[in-house]
């Protein structure tokens, strides 16, 4: 007598599963991977960095320090971009949800051609919040490597998030919640 039994196929859910799964591991990848090639250059998370220091004119004809010593109650998300980057301009928006209470937000203008240029940026995007006029100096002081670029600085001017490209407004929300909780 033989066994015709033949093993039961795999159910069509667990193969579409098993897919979906590899699929989103391999997007995963690919977008860390990413990430951390376009961030190799920036300065490193856990380094610090001198900025209580640093004064720059800001659009209302004032000089501002980069961070001012009561601010240093919370972290301090610093936002470097172009004014002629376009996806400064579709990210910038993004900042003006994220809560004032637990974070500090520092907008700075690099690689600009004129003040107006940047105040026209700000008008046609609505940035809220204070923008400063960086230089070449500050850029290459903080390895801005392209924008828009990120920084998440703690109270003890430690890097603790860095970041270059697009970010999202949930991804943005995220990143200052880890901070929080650090």
Avoid at 29 to 43: C, E, N, P, R, Y
Avoid at 87 to 99: A, H, M, Q
Avoid at 157 to 172: A, F
Wanted: with cysteine; charged share 20%; glycine share 6%.
């Amino acid at each position: 007598m033989t066994n015709n039994t033949q093993p039961a196929s795999t159910p069509w859910y667990k193969c579409a599963l098993t897919s979906w799964v590899r699929d989103i591991a391999v997007v995963l990848v690919i977008f860390f991977g990413i990430s951390a090639w376009q961030t190799k250059d920036m300065l490193k998370a856990d380094g610090t960095v001198q900025v209580d220091t640093i004064v720059l004119p800001g659009l209302d004809d004032e000089q501002h320090k980069l961070f001012e010593p009561a601010e240093f109650d919370k972290p301090t998300l610093l936002y470097f971009f172009a004014p002629w980057c376009v996806v400064c301009k579709t990210s910038i928006g993004n900042l003006n949800e994220l809560d004032k209470d637990k974070i500090n937000i520092v907008r700075v203008a690099v690689d600009y051609s004129s003040s107006q240029a940047v105040i026209d940026f700000v008008e046609e995007t609505r940035a809220e919040g204070p923008v400063l006029l960086g230089s070449n100096n500050l850029k290459h002081h903080f390895k801005v490597p392209g924008y828009p670029s990120y920084y998440l600085i703690d109270e003890e001017q430690k890097i603790i998030g860095r970041s270059m490209g697009y970010s999202t407004e949930w991804g943005l929300k995220l990143k200052s919640y880890l901070a929080n909780k650090s």
